[in-house]
């Protein structure tokens, strides 16, 4: 006879799981308090300041379109069903990718499984987190919306009524996503973060490439783009969307069909719970299956990774010194060996360039006003600047931390440890700068901006560039944290987030200079030409950035050559 | 072979393990009894982590089975993982509770009632030397404490099979030696200790029966002096280990 296994399985482990999550998550909230108390602050500053500022843009937004009860009868359900839609969107696949590495890729799930738990305790668990995880961010837009919505309204109802909804429909994109990682784990045997990734960036293409052929119907203040518009967008009215049983059961509450508007909110909650457990069973139950496929899908497609990556390498660092190429080189394999890192860059530059390349029709538009149409090259320079100043905090700050357990070999190179962070601004300074001064070229030229402007932008997107490279790599010498390996830990840490300020006021700085320029060229004296002292200027904000730079780099290797690890 | 098959702690017959085309683990078959300590050895990548993943339930035999205390782990998993406590080789650990706070967690999945948790805990606490850092965040513990706190974990309720993938890695000489003896006693209660080490010397100097595995194959399984009549000369385990495997290359 087998051994008659502990009395477990009817206990309510689940509970005890769910008991031990909240316990560690007040633990790093207490921890945090104490730590930094004025990080804390600021983010909580920060996070109210967002918060009001979307409440007063969805109070106007919506006060604007109640004025007339035409508008308000056809505009405000659209609105909330293009916001439910995007949700929908946008959290399935960020409840995959979050539910796919916690079920398949943490330690925490192989430990749970050896435990005297069950796939479907696990399951559920890593299901509940993901939820939790990936649905701030409807938090953080939706509230202010629904809040400024209540108000208008005027009806205390609303309130418990609008979070039952959000309540409801959050399970809806969660369980599809539980679904899309289980499906990706258990079919699709390699790199299957990489191929999510990739199946994320080509959907965003795609709908991107919709959105902007949507806005494009000709003259936007016509009743028959309107009617064009309302005609395209109508597939988010059917009736098998959840967002649209959120956006009618809304509108129904606005205009007090509290009925109706309930008769919707429980079609939502049958749907969530449904979803939520089919999902939960159907992924627990061909668990080890996928876990199997998972685990047998590692190695192979490393290496031929590893051999592409190395001709890339080969490639763009050729001007470096082979011991300098050979660190620049494996940067460059880790960082295109990591989906979650090179599908974001790839995903802001990938939006950044459908913008670039749909710009003509946007700018006919604009061409009724002179001013913007003269704006929109330093608008495209100022959008650039932010996409660099996010990769190089995000990415290129950690670079140094990342090397903190590294450091015996790195440490002990016969070469001097300034020479290392010079091969990692080489390898920051190739990545950014190809992007950057790519689509600062594609911009100048579907512009037809004239050839004295179109070098002083690349000019000065060359020097940006520089700047906060420099930046992130001498601020990541001078405040590094080597004991963490994790990339977003080290971006959010106090380094990160002096790193994030210091590149935003560069960023600042050189565009409020860069701006005043082409405004006292273009605008003031009305001829485009750049004289002396515009020219002046643009020389100027190009030293301060280059100059910038290197300080940070002085600064991080005098301290990074001292360092003792 | 153990006589009676309600004696067997661990039992794999004919269990095969493939990852793609690779073939992990070849038609294994192994009987580990009650009460005894089993060390398992092989070189690197020669499936002792493959194996031991199938025998607590985390990969699935592509052929074969595998039983724990006569429940199958693939069709009875739960009543099978109740009675076994797994060390990886890498100790996982919430980061953000303090060590005392995951004992207590563990202890409570496993039903331990807090009397008996207590005095567990006490005496764990003073044989594996935590008290000084069991109420800080497992953040903050080096590999060693980690290490020290998993094991504690795993002892504290005293599981029928204790299985260990490279249970010294980090820790001081005299845990060690601490750790030898939490073993022997564990075995001599009754219970099951099966460990995958490269520590070979600790092997030699605890184990009941070793076994070799290498490029998937179990090529043998015996006593100290079983092995050693196998190489057919008096050697210790390391010189056994590397002629063994030698041979199985050949």
């Given at each position: 006879?087998?051994?008659?296994?502990?009395?477990?399985?009817?206990?309510?482990?689940?509970?005890?799981?769910?008991?031990?999550?909240?316990?560690?998550?007040?633990?790093?909230s207490?921890?945090a308090?104490?730590?930094?108390?004025?990080?804390?602050?600021?983010?909580?500053v920060?996070?109210?300041?967002?918060?009001m500022?979307?409440?007063?843009?969805?109070?106007?937004?919506?006060a604007?379109?109640?004025?007339?009860?035409?508008?308000?009868?056809?505009?405000?359900?659209?609105?909330?069903?293009?916001?439910?839609?995007?949700m929908?969107?946008?959290?399935?696949?960020?409840?995959?990718?979050?539910?796919?590495s916690?079920?398949?890729?943490?330690?925490?799930?192989?430990?749970?499984?050896?435990?005297?738990?069950?796939p479907l305790?696990?399951?559920?668990?890593?299901?509940?987190?993901?939820l939790?995880?990936?649905s701030?961010?409807?938090?953080?837009?939706g509230?202010?919306?629904?809040?400024?919505?209540?108000?208008?309204?005027?009806?205390?109802?609303?309130?418990?009524?609008?979070?039952?909804?959000f309540?409801?429909?959050?399970p809806?994109?969660?369980?599809?996503?539980?679904?899309?990682?289980?499906?990706?784990?258990?079919f699709?045997?390699?790199?299957?973060a990489?191929?999510?990734?990739?199946a994320?960036?080509?959907?965003?293409?795609?709908?991107?490439?919709w959105?902007?052929?949507?806005?494009?119907?000709?003259?936007?203040?016509?009743?028959?783009?309107?009617?064009s518009?309302?005609a395209?967008?109508?597939?988010?009215?059917?009736a098998?969307?959840?967002?649209n049983?959120?956006a009618?059961?809304?509108?129904?509450?606005?205009?007090?069909?509290f009925a109706e508007?309930?008769?919707?909110?429980?079609?939502?909650?049958a749907?969530a719970?449904?979803?939520?457990?089919?999902?939960v069973?159907?992924?627990?139950r061909?668990?080890?299956?996928?876990?199997?496929?998972?685990s047998?899908?590692?190695?192979?497609?490393?290496?031929?990774?590893g051999?592409?990556?190395?001709?890339?390498?080969?490639?763009?660092?050729?001007?470096?010194?082979?011991?300098?190429?050979l660190?620049?080189?494996?940067?460059?394999?880790?960082?295109?060996?990591?989906?979650?890192?090179?599908s974001?860059?790839?995903?802001?530059?990938?939006?950044?360039?459908?913008?670039?390349?749909?710009?003509p029709?946007?700018?006919?538009?604009?061409?009724?006003?002179?001013?913007?149409?003269?704006?929109?090259?330093?608008?495209?320079?100022?959008?650039?600047?932010?996409?660099?100043?996010?990769?190089?905090?995000?990415?290129?700050?950690?670079?140094i931390?990342?090397?903190g357990?590294?450091?015996?070999?790195?440490?002990?190179?016969?070469?001097?440890?300034t020479?290392?962070?010079?091969?990692?601004?080489?390898?920051?300074?190739?990545?950014?700068?190809t992007?950057?001064?790519?689509?600062?070229?594609?911009?100048?030229?579907?512009?037809?901006?004239?050839?004295?402007w179109t070098?002083?932008?690349?000019?000065?997107?060359?020097?940006?560039?520089?700047?906060?490279?420099?930046?992130?790599?001498?601020?990541?010498?001078?405040l590094?944290?080597?004991?963490?390996q994790?990339?977003a830990?080290?971006?959010?840490?106090?380094?990160?987030?002096?790193?994030?300020?210091?590149?935003?006021?560069?960023?600042?700085?050189?565009?409020?200079?860069?701006?005043?320029a082409?405004?006292?060229?273009?605008?003031?004296?009305?001829?485009?030409?750049?004289?002396?002292?515009?020219?002046?200027?643009?020389?100027?904000?190009?030293?301060?950035s280059?100059?910038?730079?290197?300080?940070?780099?002085?600064?991080?290797?005098?301290?990074?050559?001292?360092?003792?690890? | 072979?153990?006589?009676?098959?309600?004696?067997?702690a661990?039992?794999?017959?004919?269990?095969?393990?493939?990852?793609g085309?690779?073939v992990?683990?070849?038609?294994?078959?192994?009987?580990?009894r009650?009460g005894?300590?089993f060390?398992f050895?092989?070189?690197?990548?020669?499936?002792?982590?493959?194996?031991?993943?199938m025998?607590?339930?985390?990969?699935?035999?592509?052929?074969?089975?595998v039983?724990?205390?006569?429940?199958?782990?693939?069709s009875?998993?739960l009543a099978a993982?109740?009675?076994?406590?797994?060390?990886?080789?890498q100790p996982?650990?919430?980061?953000?509770?303090?060590?005392?706070?995951?004992?207590?967690?563990?202890a409570?999945?496993?039903?331990?009632?807090?009397?008996?948790?207590?005095?567990?805990?006490?005496?764990?606490?003073?044989?594996?030397?935590?008290?000084?850092?069991?109420?800080?965040?497992?953040?903050?513990?080096?590999?060693?404490?980690?290490?020290?706190?998993v094991?504690?974990?795993?002892?504290?309720?005293d599981?029928?099979?204790?299985v260990?993938d490279?249970?010294?890695?980090?820790?001081d000489p005299?845990?060690?030696r601490?750790?030898?003896?939490?073993?022997?006693?564990?075995?001599?209660?009754?219970?099951?200790?099966?460990?995958?080490?490269h520590t070979l010397?600790?092997?030699?100097?605890v184990?009941?029966?070793?076994?070799?595995?290498?490029?998937?194959?179990?090529?043998?399984?015996?006593?100290?002096?079983?092995?050693?009549?196998?190489?057919?000369?008096?050697?210790?385990?390391?010189?056994?280990?590397?002629?063994?495997?030698?041979?199985?290359?050949?």
């Amino acid at each position: 006879m087998p051994d008659d296994p502990v009395k477990i399985s009817s206990r309510p482990l689940l509970g005890l799981l769910l008991r031990a999550k909240t316990r560690a998550l007040w633990n790093r909230s207490r921890q945090a308090v104490n730590d930094a108390p004025l990080r804390i602050s600021t983010a909580v500053v920060l996070i109210a300041t967002i918060w009001m500022g979307l409440y007063f843009l969805f109070h106007a937004i919506f006060a604007q379109l109640q004025r007339t009860p035409l508008e308000a009868t056809v505009a405000i359900p659209l609105v909330f069903n293009f916001f439910f839609i995007v949700m929908l969107t946008l959290l399935t696949f960020s409840n995959a990718l979050i539910a796919y590495s916690a079920l398949f890729e943490k330690d925490e799930s192989a430990y749970l499984l050896t435990a005297p738990l069950t796939p479907l305790d696990v399951v559920t668990l890593k299901y509940l987190e993901s939820l939790v995880l990936a649905s701030w961010s409807l938090v953080v837009l939706g509230i202010p919306m629904m809040l400024a919505m209540a108000e208008l309204a005027d009806q205390r109802i609303f309130y418990v009524l609008f979070l039952a909804f959000f309540l409801a429909f959050i399970p809806i994109p969660g369980a599809l996503g539980l679904l899309i990682a289980w499906v990706a784990a258990r079919f699709v045997p390699r790199g299957v973060a990489r191929d999510l990734a990739i199946a994320l960036g080509v959907f965003l293409t795609v709908f991107v490439l919709w959105g902007m052929r949507t806005l494009q119907l000709g003259d936007s203040a016509t009743e028959q783009w309107l009617m064009s518009f309302y005609a395209r967008m109508s597939f988010i009215e059917s009736a098998f969307l959840p967002n649209n049983w959120v956006a009618t059961g809304i509108d129904h509450a606005i205009h007090n069909n509290f009925a109706e508007a309930l008769l919707y909110l429980g079609v939502t909650l049958a749907n969530a719970f449904f979803l939520s457990w089919l999902a939960v069973h159907v992924v627990s139950r061909y668990f080890h299956k996928a876990l199997d496929r998972v685990s047998a899908g590692r190695g192979a497609d490393q290496y031929q990774a590893g051999r592409a990556s190395g001709g890339a390498a080969g490639l763009l660092f050729v001007y470096l010194p082979l011991r300098l190429r050979l660190i620049a080189a494996k940067d460059l394999r880790t960082f295109l060996r990591d989906p979650l890192q090179w599908s974001q860059l790839a995903i802001l530059f990938g939006l950044l360039f459908l913008y670039l390349t749909n710009m003509p029709t946007l700018r006919q538009q604009f061409d009724a006003l002179l001013v913007w149409a003269e704006i929109i090259p330093f608008l495209n320079l100022c959008a650039i600047s932010l996409i660099l100043a996010t990769f190089t905090c995000r990415f290129v700050y950690p670079l140094i931390s990342l090397e903190g357990h590294n450091l015996w070999l790195i440490g002990l190179l016969p070469m001097s440890r300034t020479r290392i962070l010079r091969a990692k601004l080489a390898f920051a300074m190739t990545v950014t700068l190809t992007g950057a001064i790519t689509a600062m070229a594609l911009a100048a030229f579907k512009l037809q901006l004239d050839w004295v402007w179109t070098i002083i932008h690349l000019v000065v997107v060359g020097a940006i560039c520089f700047g906060l490279c420099g930046f992130a790599v001498g601020i990541g010498a001078r405040l590094p944290l080597f004991e963490e390996q994790k990339v977003a830990r080290i971006a959010n840490s106090l380094g990160g987030t002096t790193n994030l300020l210091a590149s935003l006021a560069l960023v600042a700085v050189v565009l409020t200079a860069i701006g005043f320029a082409i405004w006292r060229s273009k605008i003031q004296r009305g001829d485009g030409v750049p004289d002396t002292v515009t020219l002046a200027i643009c020389a100027a904000a190009v030293w301060f950035s280059t100059e910038a730079g290197l300080c940070a780099m002085r600064m991080g290797a005098k301290h990074f050559e001292q360092i003792e690890v | 072979m153990a006589d009676n098959p309600q004696d067997l702690a661990i039992a794999l017959s004919g269990a095969r393990k493939c990852f793609g085309t690779t073939v992990a683990v070849r038609e294994l078959s192994l009987e580990i009894r009650r009460g005894e300590l089993f060390a398992f050895l092989g070189p690197n990548g020669a499936g002792k982590t493959t194996t031991i993943k199938m025998i607590v339930g985390l990969l699935r035999p592509n052929a074969g089975e595998v039983h724990v205390c006569g429940h199958n782990i693939a069709s009875n998993g739960l009543a099978a993982k109740a009675q076994i406590a797994y060390v990886p080789d890498q100790p996982f650990l919430y980061e953000r509770l303090t060590g005392r706070e995951f004992l207590r967690f563990v202890a409570e999945m496993y039903n331990i009632p807090a009397e008996q948790r207590d005095q567990r805990l006490a005496l764990l606490i003073r044989r594996l030397d935590i008290g000084e850092f069991l109420d800080q965040l497992t953040v903050s513990y080096s590999h060693g404490m980690k290490q020290k706190i998993v094991l504690a974990a795993s002892l504290l309720h005293d599981p029928t099979v204790l299985v260990i993938d490279e249970p010294m890695v980090g820790l001081d000489p005299r845990t060690i030696r601490e750790v030898k003896s939490l073993f022997i006693e564990h075995t001599r209660s009754g219970k099951t200790v099966f460990m995958s080490t490269h520590t070979l010397d600790i092997a030699e100097a605890v184990a009941d029966r070793i076994g070799i595995i290498h490029r998937g194959d179990l090529i043998t399984v015996g006593t100290l002096e079983e092995l050693r009549a196998r190489a057919k000369r008096e050697r210790t385990l390391e010189e056994i280990f590397l002629q063994l495997t030698e041979e199985s290359d050949a």
